[in-house]
Every structure is written in C-alpha cells, then in structure tokens.
C-alpha cells in the first residue's frame, strides 16, 4: 500500500470535513488519476467534485496520467475564483 | 526582483504605482477590485479569499511576465489580497505602465482577466441571512480532453467582484 495525502481547498476541504485527507492506495496505483479515483470512492460525497478539480504537485500542475509524485502528496484544487 | 503578489494585510495602492520610475511611460493604468455587497441577488455581509499560495503566486508572476511581453509594456504589478475582507476592501490591483494609453488600457485588463482565471483562489461570500457559499469559479484542470469523464464546462462565465 502506497499512503497518499490529498491537500483539500475550498469547497472541497468544506464537503470532506477536513483540509487534508490520507488514503492507502494499492500498490497497483500508479497515476495521479489512479489515486483521484480512489479517493472518489473511499469518498463518495467528493466524487462529483473532482473531475473539474486540477491536481497540483509542488507548485506545479500534474496531470492524471502522470505518476504519483514522491512524496505522495496531491493538491486537489477545485474552479478558481479570485478577484 | 520579486514584489509579493499574496498579501494576508490591506494592500495600500499608492506604493505600487511607481510614478517617478519609467520616464519612458506617458500611461498609467490602475484597476482596483473591491469586495460589492451583492451577489446574483444575495447580499453580501464579508468574505473571505483562500489560496493554493505556492501556485497562486506562480500564476501570478507568469501573468505579470507574459502581460510585459504580450503588449511590450514595463512594468506590470499585480497584488491579490488574502483573508477575511469587509465590503469596501480591496480585493485586487493591477498597475500598468505604459508608454501610451492604448496598451496600457489592454493590458491591465488582460492580466486582470488572466489572474481571475487561473490563480488558484478561492472565494467565500458570507450572506446577511446567515449562510455562505463558494463562488462559482473556472476550471483550471488542463487534461479534461484526455479523460473519459463527462466535460464540465471549462470556461469563465462566473461573475465575481472587481
């Protein structure tokens, strides 16, 4: 089992309860979108908001077929809305 | 030199606008976006402005770069504004220099448009009867084409402040 933290921002964080959230995925993950997956159904009340969610590695945005990043943390930002 | 463009403090316009730099420059572009007490109907008591703040200030300087490049203009500020905010309170301000009023003009609104639409922030409207909500934001997810999932809408038709 390979632990991934998920960061959780705005709505997103206020749908789950929580900022961060940490999930076991098997072994068999091996994409950013494997993990994305995962998480829609370990949580299914975040699974309608994650398909328009960008997911961000650093400061930088990976993609779902990319690999899982190394230190196993995932930033799920939902739409944008500055200004 | 990198100026903060993320501010958790009121952010003062007076000190970005640079007026006795770029003799070069006949043109000063200024927009300033402050928090309106309404929204689509609801009136708005405060809100609050949350960010992916290593990304949002990424965004940011990408914008401030490519808005010099794209309309060959100097000098390009942007600070976006973080935290709880009142009604009145600046949310947002871009300065341009310019040599003339044309480019000056477009570009401010360009990069204004830019950040508002891909700078990971987020707000939250707080409403006089009680209850709050996320504004209704743009997609900044850059692979939907590759994926199988149904395609939620991918462009900015959110109205928002500023």
Avoid at chain 2, 108 to 132: L, M, N, Q
Avoid at chain 2, 135 to 155: F, K, M, N, T, W
Wanted: some cysteine; charged content about 25%; glycine content about 8%.
């Amino acid at each position: 089992m390979i632990p991934i933290v998920f960061e959780l921002y705005a709505n997103l964080a206020r749908l789950a309860g929580t900022a961060e959230y940490r999930l076991e995925v098997a072994d068999g993950a091996r994409t950013v979108g494997d993990a994305v997956a995962l998480l829609g159904q370990a949580r299914p009340e975040l699974a309608s908001s994650l398909d328009r969610c960008a997911c961000v590695s650093g400061d930088s945005i990976v993609r779902r077929a990319d690999a899982l990043p190394a230190d196993g943390r995932i930033a799920l930002l939902p739409p944008v809305a500055g200004g | 030199m990198d100026h903060p463009v993320l501010s958790h403090e009121p952010v003062a316009v007076e000190p970005l606008l640079e007026l006795q730099s770029h003799p070069e420059c006949g043109g000063l572009a200024l927009f300033v976006g402050t928090v309106r007490d309404h929204h689509e109907g609801q009136s708005v008591k405060h809100l609050a402005y949350t960010a992916h703040e290593p990304m949002a200030a990424k965004v940011i300087r990408a914008v401030e770069a490519d808005t010099r490049e794209r309309f060959g203009v100097p000098y390009v500020r942007i600070v976006h504004r973080l935290g709880d905010l009142a009604i009145g309170d600046i949310a947002i301000v871009c300065v341009v220099r310019a040599p003339h009023r044309a480019e000056a003009f477009e570009a401010c609104r360009y990069a204004v448009d830019a950040v508002k639409h891909g700078a990971p922030i987020w707000k939250e409207e707080f409403y006089t009867d009680g209850s709050s909500a996320f504004v209704e934001g743009c997609c900044i997810r850059d692979d939907l084409d590759e994926s199988a999932s149904p395609r939620p809408h991918r462009h900015h038709s959110h109205t928002s402040h500023g």
